[in-house]
């Protein structure tokens, strides 16, 4: 059973709708507005179209990792689809 009952059910249905809105919002017009991606000492400009790593959090997740835990040497494979900001920090530190 997914809801416990008919208000559970409007609350769930409005909530995922806020969060549509909230993520269209943030993924259509903040980027026109926010170019810059700043962490750890790494300043990337993103042009418009490019997925912003300020949106999430995952980036600088694994760029703490890279940086305090694995310490990449030779060669370095990055699978992405985005700024290209993990492969960058790894290039130039």
């Not at 903040?30 to 980036?59: A, D, I, K, W």
């Not at 940086?67 to 990055?78: A, D, K, M």
């Not at 699978?79 to 290039?91: K, N, Q, R, T």
């Amino acid at each position: 059973m997914l809801c416990s009952g008919f208000g559970d059910c409007v609350l769930g249905v409005l909530g995922s709708i806020v969060i549509r809105g909230v993520l269209w919002f943030s993924h259509r017009l903040l980027p026109r507005f926010v170019r810059f991606f700043r962490y750890r000492g790494l300043v990337l400009f993103v042009p418009e179209g490019v997925f912003n790593p300020v949106y999430t959090v995952s980036t600088g997740l694994i760029i703490d990792a890279l940086s305090n835990v694995f310490r990449p040497r030779g060669v370095f494979l990055e699978i992405g689809c985005g700024s290209g900001a993990v492969s960058i920090f790894v290039a130039e530190y």
